[in-house]
């Protein structure tokens, strides 16, 4: 069993404690959808006002649904298409305070209003991007796209 119990103060303590759990939950594990379905489990179950929180893997140079925790979402994302598509396309966090205001934001589930995705990258290729959605305007903030970039560097080497 894993019971990881985050509680802290401020969110950078937080996301290093997330970090401490994600190396925890993905050590010695080679299988990469097992972590990413790890890892979605435990962004949703520690961070607050989500609605929404997965991964897209780059199968063949489309983004495709992979492990999540939310609402059933759309499957397939061309690169460049959407807030997904944009750090897919280029290789950047994108940190979306008002996503009804992203050219071509793609409205999988109508609650979300803000959103970060961070692209992971190993060996300079996308394998895949982390998409946190919030129905809160102005949910993610700096420290978190900075945090989720931790996250993203740990499964840069597990999936
Ligand atoms: N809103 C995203 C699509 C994915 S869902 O939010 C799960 C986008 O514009 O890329």
């Not at 460049?80 to 897919?88: E, H, P, S, Y």
């Not at 993610?140 to 999936?159: H, Y």
Request: charged share 20%; proline share 4%.
């Amino acid at each position: 069993m894993y019971d990881f119990r985050i509680d802290a103060g401020d969110k950078a303590a937080m996301y290093d404690e997330m970090a401490a759990a994600l190396e925890a939950l993905v050590a010695g594990e080679p299988d990469g959808i097992a972590n990413m379905a790890n890892a979605a489990a435990l962004i949703w179950e520690t961070l607050p006002d989500l609605n929404w929180a997965g991964f897209y893997r780059n199968v063949g140079g489309e983004l495709v649904l992979g492990p999540f925790q939310g609402r059933a979402a759309c499957i397939r994302i061309p690169f460049g298409k959407g807030v997904c598509g944009a750090a897919a396309a280029s290789l950047e966090t994108q940190l979306v305070e008002d996503v009804h205001a992203f050219p071509g934001h793609i409205a999988c589930d109508a609650a979300s209003n803000s959103e970060v995705v961070v692209p992971i990258v190993r060996d300079g290729q996308l394998l895949a991007v982390l998409d946190l959605d919030s129905p809160k305007t102005a949910r993610f903030t700096k420290e978190d796209a900075e945090g989720c970039e931790k996250l993203a560097a740990i499964l840069s080497r597990a999936i």
